[in-house]
């Protein structure tokens, strides 16, 4: 699923917010997870799952190509995982 698909599905859902609301809304949860990740926050939504951010220390990796050693540096990578009802619905649990 798209951005502009899950737009549709809730403002087809909901016949009295306008599309453009709908899309403002959906916009400003996304700007705010991203937000807050980006300050080093925990954004949990309950029974879907939790982003957060994890850091990975600098280290030495080797160019693919030529098998040349490269230097990797440090850096803040999202990571998200999955809440208990989440997985068991993946998993044919209800």
Do not use: C, Y
């Not at 951010?53 to 230097?71: C, E, I, M």
């Amino acid at each position: 699923m798209i951005r502009s698909e899950l737009i549709q599905i809730i403002a087809d859902d909901n016949p009295h917010l306008f599309q453009r609301d709908v899309e403002r809304i959906v916009n400003t949860v996304f700007e705010e997870i991203t937000e807050a990740m980006a300050k080093g926050e925990r954004v949990e939504l309950r029974g879907f799952g939790a982003f957060s951010v994890k850091q990975r220390d600098a280290r030495l990796g080797r160019n693919p190509r030529t098998g040349a050693a490269v230097s990797v540096a440090s850096k803040r990578v999202p990571f998200f995982k999955t809440g208990k009802l989440l997985r068991d619905r993946l998993n044919g649990k209800s």
